[in-house]
């Protein structure tokens, strides 16, 4: 079974029509995969759609849909993983070290405080960052970026 961890802006494009909506929607119907997500996503994925919203992006309507359905979805299909005080300071370790901004950091620390996976399990960190991508490969994270995919 796959796993993935989405990022916000990653999870984001399951909810809204946007490059790389299509690859991420079907990755999840076709492997169904075992997908984490930071509980800081429930925020960003929110602030994301209103925002469109706010700016004519999106009619209303789908703006109320979108909402709707990522707030059913944000506690029933996925895992969701909290930030610990551990988590806090390993966000804080790599904002030293790397230039992250505080959620993107706080997002690469979640999945770094996940337990090994089975080694029949390869986790990718899924985002549509690419400086949150290269940081990721740099600390040795497989990685994926559902923007090359149109």
């Known amino acids: 079974m796959p796993a993935y961890f989405l990022d916000a802006s ?46 004519g992006e999106i009619a ?41 901004r505080a959620y993107d950091a706080v997002q690469l620390a979640s999945v770094l405080a996940l337990p090994p996976v089975p080694s029949r399990i390869r986790l990718t960190f899924v985002a549509a960052d690419e400086r949150l991508l290269t940081v990721a490969n740099q600390i040795g994270l497989p990685t994926e970026n559902p923007n090359l995919y149109s």
Do not use: C
């Open 60 to 100: 209303p309507s789908e703006q109320e849909r979108a909402i709707e359905t990522f707030r059913n979805e944000f506690t029933s299909s996925y895992a969701v993983i909290a930030p610990s005080p551990a988590v806090i300071r390993r966000a804080m370790e790599l904002i030293v070290a790397h230039p992250l």
């Open 10 to 55: 990653a999870l984001v494009k399951r909810y809204l029509r946007e490059t790389g909506s299509d690859w991420l929607r079907q990755l999840i119907a076709t492997e169904h995969p075992r997908i984490f997500i930071s509980s800081l996503s429930g925020p960003e994925v929110l602030a994301a759609i209103t925002r469109k919203g706010r700016t």
